[in-house]
Every structure is written in structure tokens, then in C-alpha cells.
């Protein structure tokens, strides 16, 4: 009996909590956030589905993929890495991690869920959420940031991605990824 007492008073305030800890945080205006900024973030996305160490793999298949010219139905998770420059031994900034599938059975297009983890300079430690349709084949892409933590808190953005480098046998790509971020 001792210990269904003393969890409920556990829950209760644990739940108190929770409510007051959630509206303090709706109270807040985006005044109380600071002033809004404007960063401009440029860096390479190496996507490598090759080789002994991949950094994409396929996750899912349908039966029908290869036989679709736009691959559709294939889905791949990610860990690729961001870099400074276009080149896999420059300077590592961060990670793109998530999942994309091709998802357009008109042309090659894919959709893209995934979180850029940086993990070097003034941003280490944050993040943007990358979420949106991309068009491979479209010379700029111009794909939406959904959000962010840390440095980019409540971001919203814009990413324009262009490939810089395409292995057509392999698949394996490098893009260069130019980036606009409003934040607090």
C-alpha cells in the first residue's frame, strides 16, 4: 500500500511538473527568445553507397525497383559525412543523418528526411532538420529546414543543394549544399 501511495504522489508530481514546465515554455513570446539572425552555412555532402565502408545503405526494396527507371521504392538510411570542402579529406563539419527513398516514379526524385548534426566550430552541437522533396536531377535543388536545436532553435530555412561531383556507375555523390538559416 506504502508503495502505490508514494507513487502516485510520484506521478502527480512528476505530471505538475510537466504542466507547469510546458506553459512556462508557451508563455513565452518570441521576444523572450532574442533577436532573430540570419546564417549562411555552406559544406559538402558525401553520399557513398560503394565500397567497403558505405555511408548510405539500402534499408527497403520493393520487388518492382529494378525494373522502375526512377528506382522508386528504394530506401536508404544515411551517416554521411559534411565537409568544408568538396574533397572526403577536408575538414568534417558534421553529419547528415536519416533516411531517403526515391519517391517519384516520373523522374528521379527523392524525399528526404534527415538531421545535420554539426560537430565542429561555432555550431557544434546543433542540428537542422532537413525534410522535404529533393529533384535529383534538377540542376539546384531547393529543399526546406523543418527546424533546429541548439544554435538553431526554432529554425527555419531554406537549403539549396547542387551535385558537385556524380559516380554513374557507383552512385555515389558529393553535393554542395548552400544554406539559409533564420533562427534565435
Known amino acids: 500500500m506504502v508503495?502505490?501511495?508514494?507513487?502516485?504522489?510520484?506521478?502527480?508530481?512528476?505530471?505538475?511538473?510537466?504542466?507547469?514546465?510546458?506553459?512556462?515554455?508557451?508563455?513565452?513570446?518570441?521576444?523572450?527568445?532574442?533577436?532573430?539572425?540570419?546564417?549562411?552555412?555552406?559544406f559538402y555532402f558525401h553520399d557513398i553507397v560503394s565500397g567497403?565502408?558505405?555511408?548510405?545503405?539500402t534499408i527497403a526494396q520493393a520487388s518492382t525497383t529494378n525494373q522502375s527507371s526512377t528506382l522508386f521504392d528504394?530506401?536508404?538510411?544515411?551517416?554521411?559525412?559534411?565537409?568544408?570542402?568538396?574533397?572526403?579529406?577536408?575538414?568534417?563539419?558534421?553529419?547528415?543523418?536519416?533516411?531517403?527513398?526515391?519517391?517519384?516514379?516520373?523522374?528521379?526524385g527523392h524525399i528526404l528526411a534527415m538531421s545535420f548534426g554539426f560537430t565542429y566550430g561555432k555550431y557544434n552541437g546543433s542540428t537542422l532538420s532537413i525534410f522535404g522533396r529533393n529533384p535529383a536531377l534538377n540542376l539546384v535543388r531547393e529543399m526546406p529546414i523543418v527546424?533546429?536545436?541548439?544554435?538553431?532553435?526554432?529554425?527555419?530555412?531554406?537549403?539549396?543543394?547542387?551535385?558537385?561531383?556524380?559516380?554513374?556507375?557507383s552512385g555515389d555523390v558529393i553535393v554542395e549544399y548552400n544554406v539559409t538559416v533564420i533562427h534565435y
Open 147 to 169: 527546424g533546429g536545436t541548439g544554435a538553431f532553435r526554432l529554425a527555419r530555412a531554406v537549403a539549396f543543394a547542387k551535385t558537385y561531383w556524380l559516380n554513374i556507375t
Open 3 to 42: 508503495f502505490w501511495a508514494h507513487l502516485a504522489l510520484e506521478f502527480e508530481r512528476t505530471l505538475k511538473l510537466s504542466v507547469l514546465g510546458w506553459s512556462s515554455l508557451r508563455a513565452k513570446s518570441p521576444l523572450a527568445l532574442g533577436k532573430e539572425k540570419l546564417t549562411r552555412l555552406h
Open 52 to 57: 567497403k565502408k558505405p555511408t548510405a545503405i
Open 74 to 108: 528504394l530506401l536508404y538510411m544515411a551517416d554521411d559525412p559534411l565537409t568544408q570542402g568538396p574533397e572526403l579529406t577536408s575538414k568534417i563539419v558534421g553529419r547528415a543523418q536519416g533516411l531517403y527513398g526515391s519517391a517519384d516514379q516520373q523522374q528521379l
